[in-house]
């Protein structure tokens, strides 16, 4: 079955660390997203790539770093500079050939820095 | 100001009522999606809307252009209907982008 597969689903990390989210999509989708939740907030959006080796900063960038080497895949590095890491991530994909602009959505990773 | 308003925050029903979400936003849309987000996180697309009205099931959702404003209705509810429930819209201006409500909390008790 299509989808997009996010790992870990839980993950713990000292402060000061690097720390790598994955994010996989078998959909053929040229779009792929992430997001940040946190408490009470609506999802907020840190990188998108509309295709491959190409990628823009969203509204929460500063502190992560995305690649898009594939079309299949757009992880995710949460580096030390970010301040406040711990929170739920959700990676998405979308077409962008069509007017429908179909989403699809990850099941998440929780990161939870100590 | 957020761009995109969800009312109520939180709703409590019982089994069997008819439910009612209501979006507002202040941006011009190209098209209106309607999500739900379990508690363990991930996230399910049920509408997307560019006009009139949309339904799936006991789920039904409805968009005025001119108003800026989306309904999303449940009608029987049920306890697996439980959820959080998001609107997000895709601006004119920003492609493929979503700009997201900050979710209502709905809980259904048997």
């Known amino acids: 079955d299509g989808g997009i597969t996010q790992s870990p689903k839980y993950l713990f990390r000292k402060e000061g660390q690097n720390v790598t989210l994955s994010c996989e999509q078998n959909?053929?989708?040229?779009?792929m997203y992430w997001y940040r939740q946190d408490p009470g907030q609506g999802l907020r959006l840190i990188y998108y790539s509309q295709i491959v080796n190409d990628f823009q900063k969203g509204d929460i960038a500063e502190g992560y770093s995305v690649s898009r080497e594939k079309k299949e895949s757009f992880p995710l590095t949460v580096t030390s500079a970010q301040k406040n890491p711990t929170a739920f991530y959700l990676c998405?994909?979308?077409?962008?050939?069509?007017?429908?602009?179909?989403?699809?959505f990850g099941s998440g990773t929780r990161l939870t820095v100590v | 100001k957020n761009e995109v308003e969800q009312s109520p925050q939180n709703l409590t029903a019982q089994e069997g009522e008819f439910i009612t979400i209501n979006c507002s936003y202040s941006v011009g849309i190209s098209a209106l999606h309607w999500l739900q987000q379990h508690p363990g996180g991930g996230i399910v697309s049920l509408f997307m809307?560019?006009?009139g009205k949309k339904k799936h099931g006991r789920l039904i959702a409805t968009i005025n252009i001119q108003e800026k404003h989306s309904s999303l209705h449940i009608t029987a509810s049920h306890p697996r209907d439980s959820a959080v429930y998001i609107c997000a819209v895709r601006r004119e201006t920003s492609g493929s982008r979503l700009t997201f409500g900050e979710g209502t909390q709905l809980t259904v008790n048997p």
């Open positions: 998405a994909s979308s077409t962008t050939r069509t007017a429908s602009y179909g989403y699809t």
């Open positions: 959909l053929n989708h040229d779009a």
């Open positions: 809307l560019s006009s």
